[in-house]
């Protein structure tokens, strides 16, 4: 199966305090510069860089930062119709950054770090280490940029690479039903990206839509390739502290898996959800928080069930 996390949106605090060059001073300026990256996660909790949740803080658009996301989902010990259920929670620590290299370029670096438990009759199953590392520019195709339009619209598109910088081990997955349960995918990964944001004063509207085409590791398997699409509303609320409450829907679909050339039965997925959060900034730092439950689900034929998300995001503009 492949499932994770999902893109998310950035705007900077810094960007807010000084001239906007494009699309004139009004108090939410700042709000085109909302950007939603791309989601790099290939199994439940595998190699996941953010995902669904969102990728980026909503005040920074040039930044680094520290993400924590924990994932916690439940699934068959085995592949029998009377296998017991365990429970797996997936932890992720990513130190992330967004550069600007020209006026309508930006690149940005993700690095993860795991450590995951699986809670089984007979002991927990831990394991941790470097994630797959992902680098993606995304390039600003149209922006609105003339000072009295009542709505403004900004496209996005680009593409990365996801690096296998993490382990894959066959043996973590022994009599599970969850290929997910990696710190690395093993595979070389090309990402493509696409973002559109409709703004009107503080209120806007992202959208977003990512496909992420997978490559057989070394170990002969190789997971399905992956689609990404999501919408989120937000709304800024300027005072000495700026809030950015959000609400939207994100879902993810996944091809099924291959092992030596061969379909891995009921690998195939697909889930929806719903997700809320906010950001808060003052400064140049800036503090967010997500959560996600799952409206509704398809995963590795029933065997496997997503239970929450929750993300915190600590950054600092550069």
């Given at each position: ?64 930062g ?39 370029l ?40 003339r ?52 703004k ?30 999501g ?19 994100a879902g ?29 900034g ?19 034929g029933?065997?496997?069930e ?7 995001n ?5």
């Amino acid at each position: 199966m492949a499932l994770c996390a999902q893109a998310a949106v950035a705007i900077t605090v810094k960007d807010s305090l000084r001239p906007f060059p494009y699309s004139g001073h009004e108090p939410a300026r700042y709000l085109s510069k909302y950007h939603a990256l791309l989601d790099d996660c290939d199994a439940c909790g595998c190699s996941s860089n953010g995902g669904s949740m969102g990728f980026s803080s909503m005040f920074n658009n040039e930044f680094v930062g520290l993400r924590y996301f924990y994932q916690r989902y439940s699934s068959k010990d085995g592949i029998f119709n009377n296998s017991p259920w365990v429970d797996e929670n997936f932890n992720t620590v990513q130190a992330w950054a967004r550069i600007p290299i020209v006026r309508r370029l930006q690149v940005s670096a993700l690095v993860p770090y795991h450590f995951h438990v699986r809670e089984r009759a007979t002991g927990d199953q831990r394991i941790e280490g470097l994630g797959d590392i992902t680098v993606l520019a995304m390039f600003t195709a149209y922006e609105t940029m003339r000072d009295s339009t009542v709505l403004t619209h900004k496209l996005q598109a680009g593409g990365g690479l996801k690096m296998p910088t993490g382990k894959y081990n066959m043996a973590n997955n022994v009599g599970s039903v969850n290929p997910g349960f990696q710190v690395g995918t093993g595979s070389w990964d090309y990402l493509l990206a696409t973002e559109y944001v409709l703004k009107k004063g503080r209120l806007g509207l992202n959208t977003m839509a990512t496909y992420t085409i997978k490559t057989q590791n070394e170990k002969l398997y190789r997971f399905g390739n992956q689609f990404n699409y999501g919408a989120t509303l937000f709304y800024l609320i300027e005072q000495k502290v700026k809030w950015v409450p959000q609400l939207g829907i994100a879902g993810e679909v996944f091809a099924s898996n291959f092992q030596y050339d061969q379909i891995v039965p009921d690998s195939s997925s697909d889930i929806v959800f719903g997700k809320v959060g906010l950001e808060v900034g003052r400064n140049d730092f800036s503090l967010g928080l997500n959560a996600m439950l799952p409206i509704n689900q398809h995963l590795n034929g029933g065997k496997v069930e997503s239970n929450y998300r929750l993300s915190v995001n600590l950054n600092y503009s550069l």
